[in-house]
C-alpha cells in the first residue's frame, strides 16, 4: 500500500482499511498483536499520528483493543470479526451493483456477466 493512497480520502481511512483487510484475510488472527504505531507509519510511509487516529477508530468498532504498556491486539471475538467481515463485502457489493446500474445494466444482466466470468 506504500504511498498508493486515494487522494480524495482521508489516509487515516485506507490505513484502516488496509488493517481491517489483513485481519480479514488472516494476516492477523483473533487475540494476535498487531504492528506497534511507529512499525505501521514505516510500513505506510505515514505520519504516526495518522496511524494513531486509525487504530483508536478500529478500536472504536471493537475489532482492535489495548492492553496496557503492551500493545494492542485483535478482538478475540471471531463473531465480530465475521460481522465486520460481511458488513464490508456487502458495501462493496452494492457499491459494483451500483455502479453498473448507473451506467445501465440491471441485476440480472449483471449476475449473467458474472456467471460468464467463470
Known amino acids: ?6 487522494p480524495n480520502l482521508p489516509i487515516y481511512l485506507q490505513v484502516m482499511e488496509e488493517i481491517k483487510k489483513d485481519i480479514f484475510v488472516g494476516k492477523y488472527h483473533c487475540g494476535d498483536k498487531i504492528a506497534s504505531v511507529r512499525e ?9 499520528n495518522t496511524i494513531q487516529k486509525a487504530l483508536s477508530e478500529l478500536e472504536r468498532t471493537g475489532i482492535i483493543y489495548s492492553k496496557r504498556a503492551q500493545g494492542r491486539y485483535v478482538s478475540e471475538d471471531s463473531n465480530l470479526i465475521d460481522d465486520l467481515k460481511k458488513e464490508v463485502s456487502d458495501q462493496k457489493i452494492r457499491t459494483f451493483l451500483n455502479k453498473m446500474m448507473e451506467i445501465g ?6 449476475i449473467k456477466m458474472i456467471e460468464e466470468l467463470d
Open 40 to 48: 505501521l507509519a514505516l510500513v505506510y510511509s505515514v505520519n504516526p
Open 1 to 6: 500500500m506504500k504511498n498508493e493512497f486515494d
Open 105 to 110: 445494466y440491471d441485476k440480472s444482466m449483471i
